[in-house]
């Protein structure tokens, strides 16, 4: 086997343009389907277009199906394949392989605590892959079994952000839903027994509305100031807004001291061709403590968590 050296990036399809521009300051970037790898140099701000990165990259030539599986079975259990190329020879491969679980996942649970690796072919005789990866979930997707009672799918973003984060909001919290309506997060919220206080100038969907421990306030949750509600476990944000805007509303409550939990969405605009923004992803990344990622659930949009996965 041979150290590639460097990362290699698993984009997010539809937006590979816009992993490719973020990686414009690293030299000799590869992209092979999805994957993209940046041999010489991690470029210099941070990556956030992307489900997984490949943190120790390397090469294999091989000459049959079982010498494949074997070299991965040598260092480890835990491999999700992530193929461009080689189909059927990969899924061979695979077959040799232990079998990882892959199915919808209830909601909640916590990530189990093991390494979670990922391959794949160049082609018929060229392997790549890495044993330790950012995400933990095969091939850095994850699927939840859906509940049709929520009045909006986006309760699946939520879904996925607390898992990420492993840790729940629960009866004795209390919440701040901004940008509320129709109450997909709020539903989330209070399902797991915690206090809600929405905010939306929309109301509510009636049943949502109608859940114990839901608060519903009518504003524009952007001019409430921290005072104006009081200390919160945690704030919740899916407001559709400029990024720069709900920096300005979060380092308001972060100077206030009244909240220590943070998920916010970060929407989006623009094309990487030159007007996407690239900067205030980067500004929330800067936050002591905080992360920034393109959930699975996300479409054009990141999302910022404090205390990030794994920091809290």
Wanted: with cysteine; hydrophobic share 40%.
């Amino acid at each position: 086997m041979r150290a590639l050296g460097g990362l290699v990036y698993q984009a997010v399809p539809a937006f590979e343009d816009h992993l490719a521009k973020e990686l414009e300051g690293s030299p000799q970037v590869e992209s092979h389907g999805l994957l993209y790898h940046a041999p010489a140099s991690i470029a210099e701000d941070p990556v956030f277009w992307h489900h997984n990165v490949w943190l120790d990259p390397f090469s294999f030539e091989f000459d049959s199906i079982s010498q494949a599986a074997s070299a991965l079975r040598e260092i480890q259990g835990n491999w999700a394949p992530q193929f461009f190329t080689s189909y059927r020879r990969g899924a061979l491969i695979c077959e040799k392989l232990p079998k990882v679980p892959n199915k919808k996942r209830p909601f909640p649970f916590m990530v189990p605590p093991v390494p979670m690796g990922a391959f794949s072919l160049l082609d018929d005789h060229t392997l790549i892959g890495s044993a330790r990866c950012t995400s933990p979930f095969p091939g850095g997707l994850i699927e939840f079994i859906e509940d049709p009672r929520p009045p909006s799918r986006a309760y699946l973003k939520l879904y996925e952000a607390l898992v990420r984060l492993g840790r729940f909001p629960g009866p004795g919290d209390l919440c701040l839903d901004a940008g509320a309506s129709p109450g997909g997060w709020t539903w989330v919220l209070a399902s797991m027994g915690a206090r809600v206080i929405a905010v939306d100038r929309s109301p509510l969907d009636e049943v949502v509305a109608a859940m114990e421990g839901v608060e519903y306030v009518k504003h524009d949750a952007f001019t409430l100031k921290p005072h104006d509600l009081g200390p919160v476990d945690w704030l919740f944000c899916d407001v559709i807004s400029y990024p720069p805007r709900l920096f300005d509303w979060i380092e308001a409550w972060l100077a206030s001291g009244l909240c220590k939990n943070f998920v916010c969405t970060i929407k989006m605009q623009g094309q990487a061709g030159g007007t996407a923004d690239f900067e205030s992803p980067r500004r929330f990344a800067a936050i002591p403590g905080s992360a920034v990622i393109h959930l699975c659930y996300n479409k054009h949009e990141l999302c910022w968590m404090l205390p990030g996965p794994g920091l809290s």
